[in-house]
């Protein structure tokens, strides 16, 4: 008989809790002792960020589809600033891959849509402790590959210092741990941000240099952006015409990508790979030529 970890009981607790995450969400807004508690224990020195897919964002009025090859020196052109370079930028620098076997939140929430099995990943030392009954640890090649198979999925990237990762995972340090979600918008944990305590949601923010523009005097209210497609729930219906919450809106592209007309479009700043890059490269350690 195999022993109890920390690691098994976690996911059982996770399993059985995840579905009431906005209630719970709902009792910190409310209640700001717990919501302080909270904090402490899970959120506390949090920083986020979603990347928007590639093939939403626009350059000069032009979708850029570019593909990036991932040679053994790499290099991240300057006129290529898809948001993908991040991770794979991040993946070369660091020593450890850690990829899970599944997605806890899609398993939890048995998700019809997306694979489950496409887990999250994980890089920097504390990526060495998680349980190895929970997934493998992989090459930087092999870590690119699984960015490219969720992409291809339609998930969305989100990335950074996730202090109830090093929790669950009992990684130790939250500073040693660098987490590589790919989240779809049914079964996002981080769908619950709308109902948290503004001073936990602002941890969750979108990528450096990213803006979703909306261009109404095109939009003809098709209604493809407001279909289970905004997981932070910015989207809604203002005078017959798509209307964006920019204080929730994370600028992950999903509403970018569906929509027909062309009204709603993701840019970004030339050096916005170079900050996003800036604010996580401190979580990995540096490979050692």
Request: hydrophobic share 35%.
């Amino acid at each position: 008989m195999s022993k109890i970890t920390f690691s098994d009981i976690s996911v059982k607790v996770i399993k059985l809790t995840f579905k009431s995450r906005f209630a719970f969400a709902k009792v910190c807004r409310k209640i700001p002792l717990i919501a302080k508690v909270v904090d402490k224990l899970f959120f506390e020195d949090d920083d986020i960020q979603v990347l928007p897919r590639d093939s939403s964002i626009r350059s000069n009025n032009a979708v850029i589809s570019e593909e990036i090859t991932i040679n053994k020196d790499v290099e991240v052109p300057e006129n290529i600033m898809l948001p993908s370079n991040v991770l794979k930028e991040m993946i070369m620098k660091s020593k450890y891959h850690f990829i899970m076997d599944s997605c806890i939140c899609r398993v939890s929430n048995d998700c019809k849509d997306y694979p489950q099995k496409l887990g999250c990943l994980f890089l920097g030392k504390g990526s060495k402790r998680i349980s190895p009954k929970l997934g493998n640890v992989v090459s930087s090649y092999e870590a690119i590959e699984h960015v490219d198979k969720c992409q291809e999925a339609g998930l969305v990237h989100i990335i950074g210092r996730n202090k109830i990762d090093s929790v669950w995972l009992n990684t130790g340090p939250k500073e040693e741990l660098l987490s590589i979600c790919a989240c779809c918008p049914c079964c996002c944990l981080w769908k619950m941000t709308p109902d948290l305590p503004e001073n936990i949601g602002k941890n969750f923010s979108k990528m450096e240099g990213v803006e979703l523009k909306l261009d109404k005097t095109i939009c003809i209210d098709c209604g493809k952006c407001r279909k289970n497609i905004c997981f932070v729930e910015a989207i809604s219906v203002e005078n017959g015409k798509a209307s964006i919450d920019m204080i929730k809106c994370r600028a992950c592209g999903r509403c970018a990508e569906i929509c027909s007309s062309g009204a709603l479009t993701i840019q970004m700043e030339k050096d916005g790979v170079k900050h996003s890059i800036k604010r996580v490269e401190s979580l990995i350690d540096v490979r050692l030529e």
